[in-house]
Every structure is written in structure tokens, then in C-alpha cells.
């Protein structure tokens, strides 16, 4: 609370507990890196949004730099363990990421666009988990190309 310039009871006078600042700091920081996905898919639609959208994700700098990325990777363990709202806050915002990203699955012709979208979202997510744990080695740069790929392969 220190760090943050508060104390113990400004804290809860914003927050109920621990759990709700989690909660609303996953809900808004992924609400952030949807809006990321957004800006970087532009006016592109079906699989050239895609494309975009998990280049962008799975590339070199996100990899290098994750407190300025989302921060899922980073997070995910705690928030297994967290409290039910929390939780709720992560599926409520995976939710949405899912359904932009089917939105675009759809229009790129796929006969599945949600179960497609929560596997493009999931390559995205673990493989960007999976290069920043082996960044230093060329095994993270493969990763990070060869999800890409595999997203790219699957929307022809």
C-alpha cells in the first residue's frame, strides 16, 4: 500500500478485499489488450485480421516485452488460485476476446468459429507463455514462428 501512496484503509474504501483489485485489474488490463488486438487488426476482417492480430501477439517484441503486454502470461497461475471473482473477471474477458476473434473466424469461413476462436486464443496465449519462459534460446523465436504458422494454416 506504501508503494501505491496508500493506506491500508484507502485501500478498502476503493476496494472490498484483495481479490475484488484483482478482479478489476484482470477485467480492465485484458479489456486493454482486446482493445491492443483491435488497433492492430485495423479495417482488416476474416483471416487477414487474424493474421495480423497473432503476428502482432506472437512476435519478438510483445515476447520482450511483457510488463507493456498483456499480461495473462504472466498471471495466469495466480489467478487459478485466486478467488471465484476473479475468475469470473478472467472468463468474462476471455469471453469477449473469444468473441471478437470468432466474429473474424467466421468471416474467414470456418465451420466452428468459437471452438476455433478459443484455439487461436489459447496458441496465441501459450504460445507467447512458452517463448518468454525460453527467451535467450533459439527455441523462442521457433515457437513464436511456428504458432504463428499453425493459426496461418488453419485459416486456409
Excluded at 476496494?15 to 479489456?31: G, I, N, Q, R, Y
Aim: proline residues 4%; negative net charge; contains cysteine.
Amino acid at each position: 500500500m506504501g508503494g501505491a501512496g496508500m493506506t491500508v484503509g484507502g485501500f478498502y474504501a476503493h476496494f472490498p478485499s484483495k481479490d475484488a483489485l484483482m478482479a478489476e485489474t484482470v477485467s480492465s488490463s485484458l479489456c486493454q489488450s482486446l482493445e491492443e488486438l483491435k488497433e492492430v487488426g485495423g479495417d482488416k476482417r476474416g483471416a487477414d485480421w487474424l493474421e495480423a492480430a497473432s503476428r502482432s501477439y506472437l512476435s519478438r517484441a510483445h515476447r520482450d516485452n511483457p510488463s507493456s503486454g498483456c499480461p495473462l502470461p504472466a498471471t495466469a497461475g495466480e489467478i487459478a488460485n485466486a478467488g471465484e471473482d476473479v475468475r469470473k473477471a478472467l472468463a468474462d474477458e476471455i469471453d469477449a476476446i473469444t468473441r471478437e476473434i470468432a466474429s473474424h473466424e467466421q468471416e474467414a469461413g470456418l465451420a466452428e468459429p468459437r471452438g476455433e476462436a478459443l484455439a487461436a486464443l489459447a496458441m496465441m496465449f501459450g504460445g507467447l507463455t512458452l517463448a518468454r519462459a525460453l527467451k535467450g534460446t533459439p527455441q523462442s523465436d521457433e515457437v513464436l514462428k511456428a504458432c504463428r504458422d499453425h493459426i496461418a494454416r488453419c485459416l486456409e
